[in-house]
């Protein structure tokens, strides 16, 4: 992808994509809170932090630079996204974005939550 796409890409606004994430989960029987919960274990947003970012029309690269923490388990997040395997991504933030894509897609399958989160003991 050339640096022109992940601009593109980088200045997608976030609330955007979380109404995106919301559609899609909750087509699947998923709730917000749910979805809210696995956002949170990725970036360390509380949820009303969560809803402040979606709502402050910032971007995506302002949604991640401004993270809480990034969860360190989330190099344990592996699997393909838009065709492409997450885990060898070279670009931190796009790495960030389509970890953060793989994490609602397995929600959205009904992927059990202790496995979203990478829970040690699963």
């Given at each position: 992808m050339g640096n022109t796409n992940l601009e593109r890409v980088y200045s997608y606004p976030f609330g955007d994509i979380y109404a995106n994430y919301v559609a899609k989960v909750e087509r699947k029987g998923k709730t917000t809170e749910e979805?809210?919960?696995?956002?949170?274990?990725l970036t360390?947003?509380?949820p009303t932090g969560l809803h402040e970012a979606?709502?402050?029309?910032?971007?995506?690269?302002?949604?991640?630079a401004n993270a809480p923490r990034i969860n360190p388990r989330a190099d344990l997040i592996t699997g393909v996204v838009c065709g492409v395997r997450v885990e060898d991504?070279?670009?931190?933030?796009?790495?960030k974005i389509?970890?953060?894509?793989?994490?609602?897609d397995e929600l959205a399958r009904g992927k059990k939550m202790?496995?979203?989160?990478?829970?040690p003991n699963t």
């Open positions: 979805l809210d919960e696995v956002l949170g274990w360390g947003y509380t979606a709502d402050g029309g910032g971007d995506l690269r302002g949604f991640f991504i070279g670009e931190e933030l796009m790495q389509r970890w953060m894509d793989k994490l609602v202790e496995s979203i989160k990478r829970s």
